[in-house]
Antibody
């Protein structure tokens, strides 16, 4: 059974760095073709893809967030991470991690429930 | 970036009816389109990938079609649990991009 769960600080101030953790089970990020991605959704808005990390450590980022994103993984502990620097109120959103990979053609086949992050002074 | 435009924005239908949701890409994405369902309090659900491949466990009343720039999600004989938000997403190239969503409401 595949599960993913996001965790994060809940609230942080403008200019701070957001650190998110995705803890997953039921698959390994060391398996060929496996991928974990991060997607966010502002209240009442659509979905915005942020970053993907693949089993071979290939990483892809949304250029709209320029150089603010860093994705990483800890294969031994079945976790993936996302850091976003210089947070702004516009980054207030629910952040999701989701599994992807060759087995789902690149679609995200399992999602976490999401973690709400509020940026406020 | 590939822009994804979904239509309609809102859709009202009754159980038992069939509906279609459209997704248009700003350039060709071959067959590489996914469809998701989003409902409050539930994890987002992958319905279709590669344009027409039904994800495991998804009822056969859901179907996807299209290639290139124009895609359609069709839901035959709507069930009460089908009402919610639907998003398309291209997985042909980075950055991955989503459509703006379609809200399927009970008439």
């Amino acid at each position: 059974q595949v599960t993913l769960k996001e965790s994060g600080p809940g609230i942080l101030q403008p200019s701070q760095t957001l650190s998110l953790t995705c803890s997953f089970s039921g698959f390994s990020l060391s398996t060929y073709g496996m991928c974990v991605g991060w997607i966010r959704q502002s209240s009442g808005k659509g979905l915005e893809w942020l970053a993907n990390i693949w089993w071979n450590d290939d990483k892809y980022y949304n250029p709209s967030l320029k150089n603010r994103l860093t994705i990483s993984k800890d294969t031994s502990n079945n976790q993936a991470f996302l850091k976003i620097t210089n947070m702004d109120t516009a980054d207030t959103a629910t952040y999701y991690c989701a599994r992807s990979g060759y087995y789902s053609g690149g679609g995200f086949d399992y999602w976490g429930q999401g973690v709400m992050v509020t940026v406020s002074s | 970036d590939v822009q994804m435009t979904q239509s309609p924005y809102n859709l009202a239908a009754s159980p038992g009816e069939s509906v279609s949701i459209n997704c248009k890409a700003s350039k060709s994405i071959s067959k590489y389109l996914a469809w998701y369902q989003q409902k409050p309090g539930k994890a987002n659900k992958l319905l279709i990938y590669d344009g027409s491949t039904l994800q495991s466990g998804i009822p056969s009343r859901f179907s996807g079609s299209g290639s290139g720039t124009d895609f359609t999600l069709t839901i035959r004989s709507l069930e009460p649990e089908d009402f919610g938000l639907y998003y398309c997403q291209q997985h042909n190239e980075y950055p991955l991009t989503f459509g703006g969503g379609t809200k399927l409401e009970l008439k």
